[in-house]
């Protein structure tokens, strides 16, 4: 068996289940729009491909582990995101099912601070778990709102784009 080192990183990304390429993701709006989700990677060596992703998009939702915390890729993401100039966005603020009240509050707030130099300075963090659905409907509704209040774009209706960056 090969050592872990000796398989290509873009491997050991995949078979983790970590997102290395842009993914792709839709929702229909309550209007006919279309709510259209770009994942993109957040390691290091993906950030030619995330800065792909992000580019033109109208919404970032940036997704962020309880767990985990604000990690060096978070930073990263925001950082692009300030240069990219994109002013409207969201946190999720997920795995609240794995962590206690405090580390969810700890965690909320250091993003907070975090975002307040940056264009995305007051969007709102949704604490959010997968697991039990916690939050998940607030997230949605606040992503369908933001959508449909964008102006459109093209002839065959509206497409918002938001990155996910996590």
């Known amino acids: 068996m090969p050592s872990p080192a000796s398989i290509p990183i873009?491997?050991?990304?995949?078979?983790?289940?970590?997102?290395?390429?842009?993914?792709?993701?839709?929702?229909?709006?309550?209007?006919?729009?279309?709510?259209?989700?770009?994942?993109?990677?957040?390691?290091?060596?993906?950030?030619?491909?995330?800065?792909?992703?992000?580019?033109?998009?109208?919404f970032a939702l940036l997704v962020v582990a309880a767990?985990?915390?604000?990690?060096?890729?978070?930073?990263?993401?925001?950082a692009i995101l300030d240069l990219l100039g994109i002013g409207q966005g969201a946190v999720a603020l997920t795995k609240i099912d794995r962590v206690d009240a405090a580390r969810t509050a700890g965690v909320g707030h250091e993003l907070h601070r975090l975002l307040a130099e940056t264009t995305l300075a007051g969007?709102?963090?949704f604490p959010v778990s997968a697991v039990n659905g916690r939050g998940v409907d607030a997230l949605r509704q606040?992503?369908?709102a933001a959508a449909q209040s964008m102006p459109q774009r093209g002839r065959a209706g509206r497409c918002v784009c938001a990155a996910c960056m996590s």
Do not use: C, N, W
């Open 10 to 58: 873009a491997s050991r990304k995949r078979k983790r289940g970590i997102s290395i390429e842009l993914g792709y993701a839709y929702q229909p709006l309550a209007d006919g729009g279309v709510l259209g989700f770009v994942d993109v990677p957040g390691h290091e060596r993906f950030v030619h491909t995330m800065l792909a992703g992000a580019a033109g998009i109208d």
């Open 67 to 78: 767990d985990d915390g604000v990690m060096p890729q978070t930073r990263e993401h925001l």
């Open 123 to 125: 969007m709102p963090v």
């Open 142 to 144: 606040h992503l369908h």
